[in-house]
């Protein structure tokens, strides 16, 4: 079945530190991929995705690229802030699938002063 | 503004009993699921409703039920064969169609035992 690999956490940095959080899947088709965001206490909130091989998805200065020949989702950021201390959920969704995800552990991300 | 409304955000229940959570979305998506949340493990589907009327079930279905009978709304149930119901319960929706299209989340409810 599919699957969804993310590196463990918590992953501690620097404010203006570079992050990366890295992301593998395992699928029989073509899924559409996710990066999805938890606050405390809060519900999932979709930061970007990508539906295609070799799409990058961007938004608040993260970045993703869809990685067919490695099955990756790396998420990237040039420089952290604290308000970006949060969950950080990788998400599939197989194609045909009827919508449905398949989601990583997910990686929290502390960011300090 | 559209969203979903998850409501109660803490609920408690004693040895025995059925709970019901309530979910409710005003952004006329057709699809909508149920997940639950244990620390470390992720988000896994419990019940999945495609249409009013319709639903399925997801990977840790026992124990809970759901019903479909508005559009707007997919309440979930905890019935008292679910032996370890301690989580945070997450709801979503999304238009049906197309496995690009993402899912919009509330705020969880939060259940734990008395």
């Known amino acids: 079945g599919d699957s969804v690999t993310q590196m463990e956490g918590p992953v501690t940095l620097s404010e203006e530190a570079f992050l990366t959080i890295n992301c593998t899947y395992t699928?029989?088709?073509?899924?559409?991929l996710f990066w999805y965001v938890q606050y405390p206490g809060e519900g999932l909130q979709l930061l970007l995705k990508?539906?295609?091989?070799?799409d990058k998805g961007s938004n608040k200065g993260f970045e993703a690229t869809y990685r067919k020949e490695t099955t990756s989702f790396h998420l990237e950021k040039g420089s952290v802030q604290v308000s970006d201390s949060a969950v950080y959920f990788c998400?599939?969704?197989?194609?045909?699938?009827?919508?449905?995800?398949?989601f990583g552990t997910g990686t929290q991300l502390k960011v300090e002063l | 503004d559209g969203g979903i409304t998850q409501s109660p955000k803490y609920l408690f229940r004693k040895e025995g009993q059925n709970v019901t959570l309530s979910c409710e979305q005003n952004?006329?998506?057709?699809?909508m699921y149920w997940y639950r949340q244990d620390p470390g493990q992720g988000l896994r589907l419990i019940y999945y409703?495609?249409?009013?009327?319709?639903?399925q079930k997801g990977d840790i279905a026992e124990g809970y039920s759901v019903s479909r009978e508005k559009k707007e709304s997919f309440p979930l149930t905890v019935t008292s064969a679910q032996k370890n119901p301690t989580a945070f319960y997450l709801c979503?929706?999304?238009?049906?169609?197309?496995?690009?299209?993402?899912?919009?989340f509330g705020d969880g409810t939060r259940l734990s035992i008395l």
């Open positions: 979503a929706s999304s238009p049906s169609q197309g496995s690009n299209q993402p899912q919009h």
């Open positions: 699928a029989t088709g073509y899924p559409s």
């Open positions: 990508a539906t295609k091989a070799d």
């Open positions: 998400a599939l969704s197989e194609a045909g699938g009827g919508n449905k995800l398949t």
């Open positions: 952004l006329n998506h057709d699809a």
């Open positions: 409703s495609q249409i009013v009327n319709d639903f």
